[in-house]
């Protein structure tokens, strides 16, 4: 591989976890209009059977009313390093996100869930195609969603 | 962009990222005098409205009081990845922190905070001038350093 | 340094960080044959003064009675991102780790733990040679993994 093209998939990894480091601290500050642009414009964000938003939507999520209860409260979405699969001009990344609400003088882990993020490069930059999300609450969708399978 | 100046900034994340990376480990291993070896020498360390160190000051943050408690009960301070924006020889990064404490048989999420850490390139290399961190308690403080600005 | 010597070590730190970001959604898969390929065959793994697991025994990790408890419960092994500092074909990296449970509606940190990850080149690509891990639990064993020595 040519030191252009080697360049190239760093550079393709550093902005897509650029891209899944900047979902945390938007929706704890509450900015949806940023959120929006994570994902193109089709994209869509699945979480395990409640959910499911796209292109828009997704905008809206930091105003619903469970969001806004954990903003008032104070919230941490904290998401682990992703693993990143590079394939052109796709990849896929798997990681963890943790939300952690206020309660009284602690945080407590009110959401633990497995994450798929599925990208794809656009013209303006890597963006989320889609993101599935399941509760790693012991059943079988959230273990799913972690299995390895495509290697970068 | 030509490839050095590409391989620049990868190298500038990179350094970054690590810089980072080594907060939680030293504080949690008690080095006080490897804490002040990431910021510059006029950098400052403000936490909300509680407390501001500057320069030599952040040596001394590990033999607080609050701090050797932390140590004697078992504690982590665990980061999420940051968002890291370039620009030039200066960057901005943002991300979370969670202080974990050991009480009885499990740990508890005793601090969570939103972080902003602005760096400058120096010539023994990327140093942080100013971290600002303040609690996720709902208040607008911590939504402040997480609302997203500037763009690398 | 020439190019082709920077473009190698970034790719040595994004193919390190990698690795170790696929230990968390592994162990959470239950899936013990993708674990034992991130070490190299005569690799180890010790727990504290707990557990010491060499080579084909790490893919019975996941099968302990203790990790199909985790498993059936509901678990997130969530990692920090690592410090790495690379020396040549060898590397170390160091970061946190929290096991997190579903108990009732909430997740427990069950397990926090210091990690130093010892590292080599292989032909088939970077692989963990030893990971010593020890809970944060106050006691001297994991300030010790935690300690600063290299410097990348």
Not at 67 to 87: E, F, I, K, T
Not at 107 to 120: F, G, I, K
Request: proline share 3%.
């Amino acid at each position: 591989m040519d030191i252009e093209h080697r360049v190239q998939r760093l550079e393709d990894r550093a902005e897509i976890a650029d891209l899944i480091a900047r979902y945390g601290p938007i929706v704890d500050a509450g900015e949806g209009g940023q959120l929006a642009e994570l994902w193109s414009d089709d994209g869509e964000y699945v979480i395990g059977d409640e959910y499911r938003f796209t292109g828009n939507q997704i905008t809206g999520l930091t105003e619903l009313e469970a969001h806004q209860n954990y903003l008032a409260a104070g919230c941490a979405h904290m998401l682990s390093s992703p693993q990143v699969m590079l394939d052109g001009d796709c990849a896929v990344a798997v990681n963890h996100s943790a939300v952690l609400i206020r309660e009284g003088q602690r945080w407590v882990a009110d959401r633990v869930s497995a994450n798929r993020w599925e990208l794809e490069r656009k013209p303006e930059g890597w963006r989320v195609s889609r993101r599935s999300s399941a509760l790693l609450d012991g059943e079988e969708a959230a273990r799913e969603l972690l299995a390895p399978d495509t290697r970068s």
